[in-house]
């Protein structure tokens, strides 16, 4: 059996042979082309053949995970916001069926949490991924019945929280890398890069300090949330700013039990390990 996985997002499409030790064989990564004429599906069909005819591969399983709602039992996409051109109603198991044994489809930041998973060393209770990017992601996995699905396939939109009816922003707005990109440019600072911003505020530089807790002190807010929702064992931070590790941590960690009940408790707060292989393993690790 080959495992092989697809990662679609708005900007690339990744893809890469998943061995059974993790590593990864030959990867590839393209622009995402808009979606006319099922553009999307069919450069993960052309990519699988590829795959199958340069490693002469016949017993071919696939996981693929996605930007939007997955259908996860019938492998389509249930809802997808306009950024991504008529990408409702894609049907991968019907276009990919004549080329795969075995197919899992899931969305973005589930898999994600899926493949964080293979790395843990001991068995979880209950995990909540948040991702922080361009939006803002969620997905919750609990040992009994795994991950969480969703009458209409869109559970822990989590991003739509927290709404400010003065500033007209939800917490997706305020606490996504992009949010923190447009706090940088309201204050000034927008020739900076994030990378820029955190090594600036070790460097001791107290205006970059004060953006980063102005900013952690939102993202704590959320996770503030997600405890009293669904008092999960652990809370993974991922999505590209986790590369910040205990950088990142310790402006949103502090934070968090000022938005919780007096001696309330939360969850072990981490970052993502595997970062941007994870939605790629994770895709796959079911299979």
Same mark, same amino acid.
């Given at each position: 059996?080959? *495992?092989?996985?697809?990662?679609?997002?708005?900007?690339?499409?990744?893809?890469?042979?998943?061995?059974?030790?993790?590593?990864?064989?030959?990867? $590839?990564?393209?622009?995402?082309?808009?979606?006319?004429?099922?553009?999307?599906?069919? !450069?993960?069909?052309?990519?699988?053949?590829?795959?199958?005819?340069?490693?002469?591969?016949?017993?071919?399983?696939?996981?693929?995970?996605?930007?939007?709602?997955?259908?996860?039992?019938?492998?389509?996409?249930?809802?997808?916001?306009?950024?991504?051109?008529?990408?409702?109603?894609?049907?991968?198991?019907?276009?990919?069926?004549?080329?795969?044994?075995?197919?899992?489809?899931?969305?973005?930041?589930?898999?994600?949490?899926?493949?964080?998973? !293979?790395?843990?060393?001991?068995?979880?209770?209950?995990?909540?991924?948040?991702?922080?990017?361009?939006?803002?992601?969620?997905?919750?996995?609990?040992?009994?019945?795994?991950?969480?699905?969703?009458?209409?396939?869109?559970?822990?939109?989590?991003?739509?929280?927290?709404?400010?009816?003065?500033?007209?922003?939800?917490?997706?707005?305020?606490?996504?890398?992009?949010?923190?990109?447009?706090?940088?440019?309201?204050?000034?600072?927008?020739?900076?890069?994030?990378?820029?911003?955190?090594?600036?505020?070790?460097?001791?530089?107290?205006?970059? $300090?004060?953006?980063? $807790?102005?900013?952690?002190?939102?993202?704590?807010?959320?996770?503030?949330?997600? $405890?009293?929702?669904?008092?999960?064992?652990?809370?993974?931070?991922?999505?590209?700013?986790?590369?910040?590790?205990?950088?990142?941590?310790?402006?949103?960690?502090?934070?968090?039990?000022?938005?919780?009940?007096?001696?309330?408790?939360?969850?072990?707060?981490? !970052?993502? *390990?595997?970062?941007?292989?994870?939605?790629?393993?994770?895709?796959?690790?079911?299979?």
């Amino acid at each position: 059996m080959t *495992k092989i996985a697809f990662d679609i997002g708005g900007t690339y499409i990744k893809s890469a042979i998943v061995e059974n030790d993790g590593t990864l064989t030959g990867y $590839q990564k393209v622009q995402t082309p808009v979606n006319v004429d099922r553009a999307i599906v069919n !450069t993960v069909k052309t990519q699988l053949k590829t795959y199958i005819k340069d490693y002469a591969l016949k017993d071919v399983h696939v996981g693929i995970s996605t930007a939007g709602a997955v259908n996860r039992e019938e492998c389509k996409i249930a809802y997808a916001n306009p950024n991504i051109l008529d990408y409702i109603g894609t049907d991968f198991a019907a276009e990919l069926e004549p080329f795969v044994q075995q197919l899992h489809v899931y969305n973005d930041v589930d898999a994600a949490l899926l493949g964080e998973m !293979t790395i843990v060393s001991e068995p979880v209770e209950s995990i909540f991924c948040l991702t922080l990017g361009t939006g803002i992601g969620g997905s919750y996995y609990h040992h009994t019945f795994g991950l969480m699905s969703g009458a209409r396939h869109r559970p822990n939109q989590i991003g739509n929280l927290l709404y400010d009816p003065q500033t007209k922003t939800n917490y997706e707005q305020r606490a996504s890398t992009n949010g923190l990109k447009r706090q940088l440019l309201n204050s000034g600072y927008d020739q900076l890069s994030i990378p820029e911003l955190f090594e600036h505020a070790i460097a001791g530089e107290t205006y970059a $300090q004060t953006e980063l $807790q102005k900013w952690g002190e939102e993202v704590a807010r959320g996770i503030a949330e997600i $405890q009293i929702m669904y008092d999960p064992a652990e809370i993974v931070i991922g999505g590209g700013i986790s590369a910040q590790g205990e950088q990142l941590l310790k402006w949103i960690v502090p934070h968090v039990a000022k938005y919780l009940p007096e001696d309330y408790g939360h969850a072990l707060i981490r !970052t993502a *390990k595997l970062q941007n292989n994870a939605a790629l393993i994770g895709a796959v690790s079911k299979l």
